[in-house]
């Protein structure tokens, strides 16, 4: 079986090729050649049923990832899968499931019979599961018996923490917040208990003959993501993503797609650097960031700190946003939180998107501006990016005036801004008309 990024290289346009191409309002031939250079990935699993092909690169529109899944200590199968509903109401473009304890296999199956939408996991949680929770126990062995089950699933896109390499450990140790990658930090304990090399990257061969068989797109992971503005930009970080760039090389060498995790926590004015280094450091390769955060402080409000993070990243070339919650540094989220954050991250994708010159991107705008000057508003509502909390807000308002008028509650009908123009241009068309 050839993969996306194969067919691609061949010339051949696939069915999901084709589906996205459709979706996107590109000719199929745009998405082969980005496929073929690595600049985007596809991931389509075919074990993945019902799937709908989704695109991410740079030439097409920035999409957004939703985290689900349960804890140690909270949450159960069906909490879980009520999330996955309410982020595809939301719109999420891609479901990440982050799932710790037992049975995990089960609530996975579920969870890809429920999810249209390309699916990934992190299967280092698993392997630690599988050795009860003792990261020194584990083994390459079982951890390749993990992906592999997982790929055997249907599992489209994997993250794997294969860059944090041990000679990157004392450089992390220095660091002010440590390591905060829940992967990494199992994977750092391994090394620093045996000595040895991240099975990942010495098995990285192995992990690739998997990943091609079953065309599950790679993530690398960041497992050395800064987790504070101090940390942002240290040589730990950057020592993992010369690595990454290496295993990107090699992915493309092998026929597997791959894309890059991103940093957490950036200062705003340092986030396009960060996004060209990591072009210029993976060959182009689609840059899937974690917000990034911009401040430390904003706890219970991280969804619009990492949004704006987000929009910058998107602006300057990131493909794929993972989106952060209300509930991020504070506990799992709740249904109405995974809302907001996917919500919050659909507009920083779209934002940049415009702020790119993305063909077609303010569009969107341009409808809503029409509809907004002709007091449209139920127009406003279909085209609104969240459609029913704008419904809910204008009727609220509305209690205070009568119903159909050409304003709302903020302005009132003597003072609102677009009534006084359009008087105001027929006054001056009247003019000009007598002259």
Known sequence: MKTQAEHARSGRTTPAMEAVAAVERVPATVVMAELASGRAVLPFNPAHRGLEPAIAGIAFRTKVNANIGRSGGASGDGCELGKLRAALRAKADFIMDLSVGPRLAGLRRRMLAACPKPFGTVPIYEAIERVRGRAEALTAEGLLSVIESQARQGVDFMTLHAGLRLRDLPLAARRKAGIVSRGGALIARWMASHRAENPLYSRWNDVMDICRSHDVTVSLGDGLRPGCLADAGDRAQFSELDTLGELVRRCRGRGVQVMVEGPGHVPLNRIPAQVR?????????????????????????DHISAAIGAASAACHGAAL????????????????EIHEGVMAFRLAAHAGDVARGLPGARDWDDAMTEARIRFDWKRQFRIALDGDRARRRYIQGRRARAPGSDFCSMCGRDYCAIRNSKKLCGALDSRAGRG
């Open 277 to 301: 280094r990591e072009a210029r450091v993976c060959g182009g390769a689609p840059f899937y960031v974690l917000g990034p955060v911009v401040t430390d402080v904003a706890a219970g409000y």
């Open 321 to 336: 946003l993972c989106y952060v919650t209300p509930a991020e540094h504070l506990g799992l989220p709740t249904s109405r």
